[in-house]
């Protein structure tokens, strides 16, 4: 069975700074989607950024941008000019492509940012 | 656009009681999916839909069931409530059959049983 690892609780960064949040992944599939989703206090569950396994360029969005390792199973989010609006909790998710459960997303416990001014 | 509307936002229940959390979506996705959020367990799987007709268990299906009343619709029944079972619950929706797609949420319901 795939499972997801965040192996980090809390985290914490001064505002205008860069912070990366880890995930590792545990697999037997080659082919595979990665998440990342922010959860502001809110309670909205937001896509962040995707990844496909089979795309060696890594993922980027605006200020969020992911390093992949596939050989390490490893899908880090790397913030870039840390914002007061980018506190939140933030879950790795895996989407596997194979069996009857294609499609579904299996989550990390998450890690909860708190971007200080 | 509304995407996935969830109903009540908060619900507070006593044990032994039931409820029916409703889901809907307005982005024409075949696939639907329940979760429950607990303090540092991340979101968890109980149901899931993947086309109109079908439904299958997730992670954490014992005391509940689903309904796929249509297209749009996917709803959550609690038959008798146990304290187990206080959560935010969220709906979530999905083109399933186009590889990677990200699934949508609903802005969660909040269910408390005394």
């Known amino acids: 069975a795939q499972t997801v690892t965040q192996s980090q609780p809390e985290m914490s960064v001064q505002e205008a700074e860069t912070v990366t949040l880890s995930c590792t992944y545990d697999?037997?599939?080659?082919?595979?989607?990665l998440f990342w989703y922010k959860q502001p206090p809110s309670r909205q569950m937001i896509l962040v950024i995707r990844?496909?396994?089979?795309?060696?360029q890594n993922a980027t969005e605006n200020r969020f941008s992911v390093n992949f390792q596939k050989a390490a199973k490893s899908f880090s989010l790397k913030i870039s000019d840390s914002q007061l609006g980018d506190t939140a909790m933030y879950f790795c998710a895996f989407m596997g492509l194979g069996g009857g459960s294609q499609g579904n997303l299996i989550f990390g416990k998450g890690t909860k940012l708190s971007v200080k001014p | 656009n509304a995407g996935v509307t969830q109903t009540p936002k908060f619900q507070v229940l006593k044990t032994g009681q039931s409820m029916t959390l409703q889901c809907a979506q307005d982005?024409?996705?075949?696939?639907m999916y329940w979760y429950r959020q607990d303090p540092g367990m991340g979101l968890r799987l109980i149901y899931y839909?993947?086309?109109?007709?079908?439904?299958d268990k997730g992670e954490v299906p014992n005391g509940y069931n689903v309904s796929r009343l249509n297209k749009r619709e996917f709803s959550l029944r609690l038959e008798s409530a146990a304290p187990s079972q206080t959560s935010v619950y969220f709906c979530?929706?999905?083109?399933?059959?186009?590889?990677?797609?990200?699934?949508?949420f609903g802005d969660g319901t909040r269910l408390s049983i005394l």
């Open positions: 982005m024409n996705h075949n696939s």
């Open positions: 839909s993947a086309s109109e007709g079908t439904t």
């Open positions: 979530a929706s999905s083109l399933r059959d186009r590889a990677g797609q990200p699934q949508h």
């Open positions: 990844q496909e396994a089979y795309k060696q």
């Open positions: 697999t037997s599939e080659s082919n595979y989607y």
